[in-house]
C-alpha cells in the first residue's frame, strides 16, 4: 500500500575539473540551474519536458505545484555555509535523485551534464569531464557503473523499494533515532513559519505530504486520496508524543538566484544531528523513505537531505 510500487534511483555524477570549478553554498542550487537549462535545450519535445520538468498540473492533490520527479544532492564542504571549490583535477561528485516512472528518462539526464560539463558552471563557467556515473542503493550497498568511454552502458536497476525499506525499518531501534540533516532543511510549522529546529509533530506531516505528491504523480499504481488522508491524520496525531531528548542543529542562511527568473530567493535552513524519542514503530519506514526523498522546501535544488545515523 502506498508507496508500493514506488522505486527510487540515486545517480552519482563523478567529474574533474578542467579548470577552477567554483560553486557557492547553494551548489545544488546551481545544478539544478544548469540541469534546467541544459535539458530545455537538449528535449524538443514539449510532453517530455514537461513531464521531466514537471510544470504546474492543476489536479494534483496538494495544489497546483508537484514535487519534481527528481532532487539534487550538491557537493558538500567540510562547513556547510562555504563556497565549494575544486581545482583543475581535483575531482567532485553530486548526486540526482529520480523518481518512480521517469526513470526511463535518465539518458536526457546524462547527456544534460555532459553538456554542463563542457559549457560550465559555478562561479566563472568552470568546465569538467564526466568521469562515471553510478547508479547507488544507500540501503543495500549495491552500485552499478552506466558510463564507459563515455557511452551510456545501461539503464539504472538497483532502486530504492518499498521491499528494501522496510527490511532497513526493521533492523533499525524502534525507541530511538537520530537523524543528520546533511543540507539545509526548511520544514514548515504552525501558521506555515519556518522551525528554527526539526520538531517531529512538523517534520512527519511534511514526510507524509511529500510522499504523496512523489507518489501520485510518480509511482506506477496510485493510492486512493482519502488513505492518504486518514494515515496523515493519524499519524500526524502519534507524532506529538514524540520528542527531541537531544538537538544539536544551526540554522544556515542561504540564498539562491536565478538568472532565467530574476530572482533572489532563501534556501536557508538548519543542518546537524538530532534525536527523536517515543514510539517511533509506525514511523520508521516513513523516516527510511525520507532519506531518498528529502524533505521540506527546496528539494530540487539540494535542500532537505538527512540521514539516519
Known amino acids: 500500500m502506498f508507496l508500493e510500487s514506488l522505486e527510487v534511483h540515486h545517480l552519482r555524477f563523478s567529474c574533474t575539473p578542467h579548470d577552477e570549478v567554483r560553486f557557492g553554498p547553494q551548489a545544488g542550487a546551481q545544478i539544478r540551474g544548469a540541469l534546467w537549462n541544459a535539458l530545455t535545450k537538449l528535449i524538443g519535445d514539449t510532453v517530455l519536458l514537461e513531464r521531466l520538468l514537471a510544470l504546474e498540473t492543476p489536479d494534483a492533490a496538494r495544489g497546483n505545484n508537484p514535487s519534481r520527479p527528481f532532487a539534487i544532492r550538491p557537493p558538500l564542504a567540510e562547513h556547510p555555509a562555504a563556497d565549494r571549490i575544486y581545482r583543475k583535477d581535483e575531482a567532485f561528485d553530486f548526486g540526482v535523485t529520480l523518481f518512480g516512472t521517469v526513470i526511463d528518462l535518465f539518458p536526457y539526464i546524462v547527456q544534460a551534464v555532459y553538456q554542463i560539463g563542457q559549457g560550465g558552471v559555478g562561479y566563472r563557467r568552470g568546465q569538467f569531464t564526466l568521469d562515471a556515473v553510478t547508479a547507488e542503493n544507500p540501503l543495500t550497498g549495491q552500485t552499478q557503473a552506466l558510463l564507459d568511454g563515455g557511452t551510456v552502458t545501461g539503464t539504472p536497476n538497483v532502486p530504492v523499494t518499498a521491499g528494501h525499506v522496510a527490511a532497513f525499518a526493521h533492523a533499525r531501534n524502534t525507541e530511538s533515532v537520530t537523524l543528520r540533516f546533511i543540507t539545509p532543511t526548511q520544514l514548515a510549522g504552525p501558521n506555515k513559519q519556518l522551525l528554527s529546529m526539526p520538531d517531529f509533530a512538523y517534520l512527519i506531516p511534511r514526510l507524509l505530504e511529500r510522499a504523496q505528491s512523489i507518489a501520485e504523480n510518480y509511482a506506477s499504481v496510485a493510492t486512493p486520496q482519502p488513505q492518504w488522508r486518514d494515515l496523515y491524520l493519524d499519524l500526524r496525531e502519534r507524532a506529538r508524543s514524540v520528542q527531541a531528548t537531544r538537538c544539536d542543529t544551526r540554522w544556515i542562511n542561504v540564498r539562491s538566484g536565478s538568472r532565467r527568473a530574476g530572482t533572489d530567493k532563501k534556501i536557508s535552513g538548519f543542518v546537524g544531528d538530532v534525536t527523536f524519542s517515543g514510539t517511533l514503530t509506525p514511523f520508521m ?18 535542500d532537505g537531505w538527512y540521514v539516519l545515523v
Open 285 to 302: 519506514p516513513w523516516l527510511v523513505w525520507g532519506q531518498s526523498l528529502q524533505v521540506g522546501k527546496n528539494t530540487v535544488k539540494g
